[in-house]
């Protein structure tokens, strides 16, 4: 009986040190993939097309609530840009409202 107490808890140990350290190879592999969301989000409010402007606009803004601790500079930059220099009068409103929260 002893044995088997033994062998569960040494089970289990394993289990938790396993699972520790995936956990810190997922947090690596969502760093990697929050950077190209980011990355690609400054292509696309680059677009000359004005849905996937304003879509990047409004998922640059989700993405600034889940991830607050992120470098958006360029996208500030960005945003600020569009919010002053772009042709379409919604584009510049949203690229404004962004602006003010990425800031």
Request: aromatic letters at 6%.
């Amino acid at each position: 009986m002893k044995k088997i107490y033994i062998l569960a808890l040494l089970m289990a140990l394993t289990i938790t040190v396993n699972a520790q350290d995936n956990r810190n190879e997922s947090v690596s592999y969502q760093s990697h993939t929050v950077q190209r969301g980011i990355d690609n989000y400054l292509k696309a409010l680059s677009s000359d097309n004005t849905g996937v402007v304003e879509s990047a606009i409004i998922n640059v803004v989700r993405l600034k609530m889940v991830y607050t601790e992120r470098d958006y500079s360029k996208i500030i930059m960005k945003l600020e840009w569009l919010s002053q220099e772009n042709s379409d009068q919604n584009i510049r409103r949203d690229a404004l409202m962004a602006f003010n929260i990425l800031k």
